[in-house]
């Protein structure tokens, strides 16, 4: 079964970035496209963006766009999501997803942004 594990989440003032970092293994990774979630307590799990197996095609929620940006590297297993200019209201769990048959998640990593 696939397995993703996410990395770089931290704390971080408005306005500031962060880069987080998905690795996965346990799949042909060039194969599938893969997403970034996000959640907050009490609220349902929110997409943010997705990227194609080749890389070629993204999308955004409108929430992120022109902020953040989707890539990945299939040389390396990896997958990553650059934030720039965040606000507090990205605070939030940011999981890698992939779809094989199943739904598959990372462990999240947290993001925080302070006003």
């Known amino acids: 079964q696939a397995q993703l594990h996410e990395s770089g989440g931290g704390l971080v003032q408005a306005g500031g970035s962060l880069s987080l970092s998905c690795a996965a293994s346990?799949?042909?990774?060039?194969?599938?496209?893969m997403g970034w979630f996000r959640q907050t307590p009490g609220k349902a799990c929110e997409f943010v963006a997705a990227?194609?197996?080749?890389?070629?095609?993204?999308m955004y929620a409108d929430s992120v766009k022109g902020r953040f940006t989707v890539s990945r590297d299939n040389a390396k297993n990896t997958v990553s999501l650059q934030m720039s200019n965040l606000k507090p209201e990205d605070t939030a769990v940011y999981y890698c997803?992939?779809?094989?048959?199943?739904?598959?998640w990372g462990q999240g990593t947290q993001v925080t942004v302070s006003s």
């Open positions: 346990q799949l042909t990774f060039e194969h599938y496209a």
């Open positions: 997803h992939v779809y094989v048959g199943l739904d598959y």
């Open positions: 990227i194609t197996w080749s890389g070629e095609g993204t």
